[in-house]
């Protein structure tokens, strides 16, 4: 039985460190929303096509987008993403990417005719520059597309990073999708209040609010931009009326949850540092990490990232992802996993990696 379909059967036993969702309880707040749109079956009828009152004003509001942008609600921040990519790619052109990085949407760049050019960034400083993006790119180039903090590393760019980058966007005429979809995990420098004009923004109430199974997320751009993305957007009665008020209410509220959620995320890191530290040859890349997930490097150690996975998930449940899975070139280095768990999950992680990491150095 492969890995996603074991985890399901038995998911309520299993630890799931490999999906970057939220699953620490925040707030009643978002599943009181939830129940009261069950109570009078709100689900009976379609939704507003634009989505329910409020809810694309409140997300404007807190990422801080420009006033005449518009946002398109989505079922989850990868069909944003799919929606932009045919929409404003065509057959040859190029987009400027990382790897590792979260390759379905690779896929899809290739899907659109395009070509994903992929910049090695499984080295210090373990992102990619403003001169390795300045030399990748070529007369085709349509895009960069800058995943900020990025998956799987957890790094993030500096404002003077993303200033670079910015200016190369409007000295070549490219576009940028700035994918914030780990940003309210730190505090990144949005590339749409420097170029706001070709800035394609995308996010995702899937990690920090905890909705993945919801599949509720959004893309943003200027008007000229979005006026070309519509007609590709299959979802003319909106999406998941549960979902929204999910994400109404958590939008809301975010504000009381966010803080302490943040403060849990960084006791988690140092937990897991602790337990990667007790093994010789594996070391974490980057920390702390601006998300929600850390890459351990085990290179050095002679153990397969996949049979690491599998033994972890098989014999005892606790599921996290070979590097395989967001890097073509890199991933025998690395595991990622997610720290976006309650404690005890975390600990229990700590205590079982050693043991498996000596079990499959044997």
């Known amino acids: 039985m492969n890995p996603f379909d074991f985890a399901h059967k038995h998911a309520k036993e299993i630890t799931w460190m490999s999906q970057n969702t939220n699953q620490i309880p925040m707030t009643d707040v978002i599943e009181k929303a939830i129940q009261e749109a069950i109570s009078w079956k709100e689900y009976n009828l379609y939704p507003r096509s634009n989505g329910i009152f409020g809810l694309t004003e409140l997300l404007k509001e807190h990422l801080g987008l420009p006033d005449d942008y518009e946002v398109l609600l989505t079922n989850g921040g990868i069909e944003g993403l799919y929606i ?15 790897d590792p990085s979260f390759l379905p949407i690779h896929h899809q760049i290739e899907i659109s005719g ?72 730190s505090e990144p420098f949005p590339t749409y209040d420097l170029v706001p004009d070709r800035t394609l923004v995308s996010y995702t109430f899937s990690k920090q609010c905890g909705l993945a199974g919801m599949r509720i997320g959004m893309v943003a751009a200027p008007k000229a931009l979005m006026d ?43 937990i897991i540092k602790s337990a990667v530290e007790k093994m010789d040859g594996c070391f974490l890349p980057v920390y702390p990490s601006s998300t929600n997930m850390f890459v351990i490097d085990i290179s050095q150690t002679g153990v397969d990232p996949d049979d690491l996975q599998d033994k972890m998930l098989y014999d005892y449940k606790v599921f996290v992802r070979s590097g395989n899975y ?37």
């Open 228 to 270: 070309k993305m519509r007609p590709y957007n299959t979802n003319v009665l909106s999406v998941n009326i549960l979902a929204q008020r999910a994400a109404m209410a958590a939008m809301e509220t975010i504000d009381n949850w966010l803080p302490p959620l943040r403060a849990q995320l960084l006791k988690n890191q140092a």
């Open 326 to 362: 967001v890097s073509k070139s890199f991933g025998e280095s690395f595991i990622r996993v997610s720290f976006s768990v309650p404690q005890p999950s975390v600990e229990r992680f700590a205590s079982i990696f050693p043991e498996v990491m000596g079990l499959l150095k044997k």
């Open 114 to 185: 395009a070509k994903p050019v992929e910049i090695p960034i499984y080295q210090k400083p373990w992102k990619m520059t403003p001169e390795q993006i300045q030399e990748a790119i070529t007369p085709r180039t349509k895009m960069i597309l800058l995943i900020d903090p990025i998956n799987p590393m957890g790094t993030a760019y500096t404002k003077d990073e993303i200033k670079a980058i910015c200016q190369i966007a409007q000295d070549n005429d490219i576009l940028i999708i700035d994918d914030i979809t780990y940003r309210d995990f």
């Open 84 to 98: 932009l990519t045919r929409a404003l790619l065509e057959k040859g052109d190029e987009v400027i990417c990382t």
